[in-house]
């Protein structure tokens, strides 16, 4: 199984040269540090920073550059700073060219629920709502199943949703997937897990289909 870094490390690997890439709380702040050296990539992040880098060495942080978790960032050359209401037009406008969020639970038609569990206080859903509803290429980093070993990727979700059928795919501890109109595609598997782990971890429909390689990270 994969470790959160594993899990940014192979998302990584879907960023593609000249993309504009929104990146959410959690597990998707890592994947910039996993970027390939050899292309040029533009993270955007919705508190108003465009051209984020990675995550600073112990000693090097500057509380007044942070990310919409609030996390201290680097920025790389070129890096501008903007209000909220510039960067929700780059949003709503379709300038991005993929999402990468994380999430509560997936449904296996693409539902997402990421920003609210009933009975906990929350500050609200923040940008997601906005993304997922501008978004065309949505990808999901999370684990697979929850603290107690329950699934999270379901036939429905049970959270409040964020967005409805906008998932493209997901890449957990486990697996990498494709939602399709028949469910959950299964495309890869982590280094040392066996299908037969993904399916007991997979609520909503699981596809196999053919040999499923195992993850190159």
């Keep these: 199984m994969l470790d959160k870094n594993g899990i940014a490390k192979r998302i990584a690997k879907e960023v593609k040269n000249g993309y504009y890439v929104n990146l959410g709380i959690g597990i998707p702040t890592l994947v910039a540090n996993f970027v390939r050296d050899d292309i040029e990539v533009e993270f ?3 508190n108003g ?8 060495f112990e000693g090097d942080e500057d509380a007044d550059i942070i990310n919409a978790g ?12 903007f209000d909220s209401a510039m960067s929700f037009s780059m949003i709503r406008g379709q300038h991005v060219d993929l999402t990468i969020l994380g999430a509560m639970e997936v449904s296996e038609n693409g539902d997402i629920a990421n920003w609210k569990i009933p009975g906990k206080m929350v500050k609200g859903m923040g940008g997601a709502m906005d ?3 501008s978004a065309e290429n949505i990808i999901v980093a999370m684990m697979h199943t929850n603290k107690r ?20 795919k997901i890449v957990t501890n486990l697996a990498v997937l494709e939602i399709t109109s028949q469910g959950f595609k299964l495309l890869e598997r982590a280094p040392g897990t066996s299908i037969d782990d993904i399916k007991k971890a ?9 040999d499923i390689p195992e993850m190159r990270l």
Excluded: N
Excluded at 49 to 56: A, N, S, T
Excluded at 202 to 210: D, S
């Design 49 to 56: 920073v465009l051209g984020m880098g990675p995550f600073p």
């Design 70 to 81: 609030k996390q201290t960032i680097t920025t790389l050359p070129g890096a501008s700073f």
């Design 149 to 168: 070993g329950e699934s999270k990727l379901l036939k429905k979700c049970s959270l409040p949703l964020t967005g409805v059928a906008c998932v493209k």
């Design 202 to 210: 997979t609520e909503g429909t699981l596809l196999v289909e053919g």
């Design 131 to 133: 993304l997922v509803a």
């Design 44 to 46: 955007q992040s919705e």
